[in-house]
């Protein structure tokens, strides 16, 4: 079949983007107010992911939390849940739709509907400086969705049973004492933490690339409200090369709470405000 250009394609192709979502609008993070508080708060506790599993924990309103990354480079599947209501979720798509394909000091992670309300601040993160690459890559990404089995048995015809989807339902299912099908479906798509990713120009495909990420690098968070926390040290290691793979060198990934001496003067936020008429 013999495919048609029109006449006007260059136009058509030539028009402006408008954004979508114009952000300004959004409540002010107070990262100066935030990064005040930091200086008062001390470690309160911890969690070691061991590599190609995940750990729950918990975080109270007003706390910080810090990953890092200890060994070796090392990529994230982070989920977030309201402690007071696990149905309460991280929505990467509507984060995404707000700040961008990838999230850095400022931004905020955002809750399921109907609530969609800040569920945590990105205060601080050392791999700001990486910006985009030439290739559209970037770190933290909110458009991958998390190696789940299965798409790996689509693509692969086989099981593995470490992918970060697996890893965390097991960590929630052992967190909360849920069976697995009760757990499962509040597994959900995930910030990808330090992993390096974008979408090629030509195919507009979804690539990975190997992570800047350095021992000793690490992003911070402050909790608007009470958190349960859910984190995969990726199967894939830096992602330079596989995902889902017992082949990749993968090292643990470190969780650190930290409590302020003082409580913050901002109140959490309340769900949103639209009512169905």
Same mark, same amino acid.
């Given at each position: 079949?013999?495919?048609?250009?029109?006449?006007?394609?260059?136009?058509? !192709?030539?028009?402006?983007?408008?954004?979508?979502?114009?952000?300004?609008?959004?409540?002010?993070? &107070?990262?100066?107010?935030?990064?005040?508080?930091?200086?008062?708060?001390?470690?309160?506790?911890?969690?070691?992911?061991?590599?190609?599993?995940?750990?729950?924990?918990?975080?109270?309103?007003?706390?910080?939390?810090?990953?890092?990354?200890?060994?070796?480079?090392?990529?994230?599947?982070?989920? $977030?849940?309201?402690?007071?209501?696990?149905?309460?979720?991280?929505?990467?798509?509507?984060?995404?739709?707000?700040?961008?394909?990838?999230?850095?000091?400022?931004?905020?992670?955002?809750?399921?509907?109907?609530?969609?309300?800040?569920?945590?601040?990105?205060?601080? &993160?050392?791999?700001?400086?990486?910006?985009?690459?030439?290739?559209?890559?970037?770190?933290?990404?909110?458009?991958?969705?998390?190696? &789940?089995?299965?798409?790996?048995?689509?693509?692969?015809?086989?099981?593995?049973?470490?992918?970060?989807?697996?890893? $965390?339902?097991?960590?929630?299912?052992?967190? $909360?004492?849920?069976?697995?099908?009760?757990?499962?479906?509040?597994?959900?798509?995930?910030?990808?933490?330090?992993?390096?990713?974008?979408?090629?120009?030509?195919?507009?495909?979804?690539?990975?690339?190997?992570?800047?990420?350095?021992?000793?690098?690490?992003?911070?968070?402050?909790?608007?409200? &009470? $958190?349960?926390?859910?984190?995969?040290?990726?199967?894939?290691?830096?992602?330079?090369?596989?995902?889902?793979?017992?082949?990749?060198?993968?090292?643990?990934?470190?969780?650190?709470?930290?409590?302020?001496?003082?409580?913050?003067?901002?109140?959490?936020?309340?769900?949103?405000?639209? !009512?169905?008429?």
């Amino acid at each position: 079949m013999t495919r048609i250009i029109p006449e006007d394609a260059v136009e058509r !192709r030539a028009v402006r983007p408008v954004i979508c979502y114009l952000n300004e609008t959004l409540p002010d993070p &107070d990262l100066p107010g935030l990064q005040a508080l930091r200086l008062t708060a001390r470690k309160s506790g911890e969690c070691l992911v061991p590599p190609r599993e995940a750990r729950c924990f918990h975080v109270p309103a007003g706390h910080f939390f810090r990953i890092t990354s200890v060994e070796g480079p090392q990529v994230g599947d982070l989920n $977030l849940w309201s402690a007071a209501d696990p149905r309460e979720r991280f929505y990467s798509g509507k984060t995404r739709a707000l700040h961008g394909t990838h999230l850095t000091r400022g931004d905020r992670m955002w809750s399921s509907f109907p609530n969609l309300r800040p569920m945590a601040t990105v205060t601080e &993160d050392t791999l700001e400086w990486y910006g985009i690459d030439e290739y559209g890559g970037s770190v933290h990404d909110v458009i991958g969705t998390r190696c &789940d089995p299965y798409t790996h048995r689509l693509l692969s015809g086989q099981d593995y049973h470490h992918c970060c989807h697996s890893n $965390l339902t097991n960590a929630l299912m052992a967190e $909360l004492s849920l069976a697995r099908d009760e757990a499962e479906p509040l597994v959900h798509d995930v910030l990808n933490v330090f992993m390096c990713t974008g979408f090629t120009r030509d195919s507009g495909q979804y690539f990975m690339k190997a992570s800047p990420v350095r021992p000793g690098d690490y992003i911070e968070f402050f909790a608007e409200i &009470d $958190l349960i926390g859910g984190l995969s040290a990726c199967p894939g290691g830096d992602c330079g090369s596989a995902h889902s793979s017992d082949a990749a060198a993968c090292h643990p990934l470190l969780v650190e709470i930290f409590a302020p001496a003082r409580s913050a003067a901002r109140a959490q936020p309340g769900p949103s405000a639209y !009512r169905w008429p």
